[in-house]
T-cell receptor, first 114, second 113 residues
């Protein structure tokens, strides 16, 4: 069964350092999402791509976060510089369409900022 | 804007007894509603979805949920809990007019032997 791949699974970094996460969606899925899940809370959408275009980044802290999906396939989420409050699980999901379809989630990257 | 409230942050049941996880939603338009499960160190998995068809929705692993518009609820139930059901459960709402999904804060289900 096809799955969403994410790497790394775990990342520990010091504050003020740069960190990057990678996501490879299910083949053929045009829509890709990045979520942040703080411990004890539900996931919150950071950015949504339709193919290579950003369709929603209203919740992305743009002073330190950036996301790209250059060829409309895999995607990278970057944080620079990392802050203590960025410690969270970062989840990637993909779906066939851009409306109410099932989103398939990857296992996530757990980030700890020290 | 749409939102969900999961009424219990933690539910504990004994193996073999019924499970009830409660969810209320707020939506300006006809919502789509979902339940996801998250096991430790695993990705979120879709349990079931409601998208304006039958109000009683059956999902995987014996779970089901009933959409009640008059009560703005979408509670998740299972007749008999298994140890493998222990996980975090998220209720999610989405509107046809938007592209985003709003997650509840989650309910942690503990199953005692």
């Amino acid at each position: 069964e096809a799955e969403v791949a994410q790497s790394p699974r775990y990342k520990i970094t010091e504050k003020s350092q740069a960190v990057a996460f990678w996501c490879d969606p299910i083949s053929g899925h045009a829509t890709l999402y990045w979520y942040r899940q703080i411990l004890g809370q539900g996931p919150e959408l950071l950015v949504q791509f339709q193919d290579e275009s950003v369709v929603d980044d209203s919740q992305l802290p743009k002073d330190r976060f950036s996301a790209e999906r250059l060829k409309g396939v895999d995607s990278t989420l970057k944080i620079q510089p990392a802050e203590l409050g960025d410690s969270a699980m970062y989840l990637c999901a993909s779906s066939l369409g851009d409306r109410v379809y099932e989103q398939y989630f990857g296992p996530g990257t757990r980030l700890t900022v020290t | 804007a749409q939102s969900v409230t999961q009424l219990d942050s933690h539910v504990s049941v004994s193996e073999g007894t019924p499970v009830l996880l409660r969810c209320n939603y707020s939506s300006s338009y006809s919502p789509s509603l979902f339940w996801y499960v998250q096991h430790p160190n695993k990705g979120l998995q879709l349990l079931l979805k409601y998208t304006s068809a039958a109000t009683l929705v059956k999902g995987i692993n014996g779970f089901e949920a009933e959409f009640k518009k008059s009560e703005t609820s979408f509670h998740l139930t299972k007749p008999s809990a298994h140890m493998s059901d222990a996980a975090e459960y998220f209720c999610v709402v989405s509107e046809i007019s938007t592209r985003d999904m709003r997650f509840g804060a989650g309910t942690r289900l503990t199953v005692k032997p």
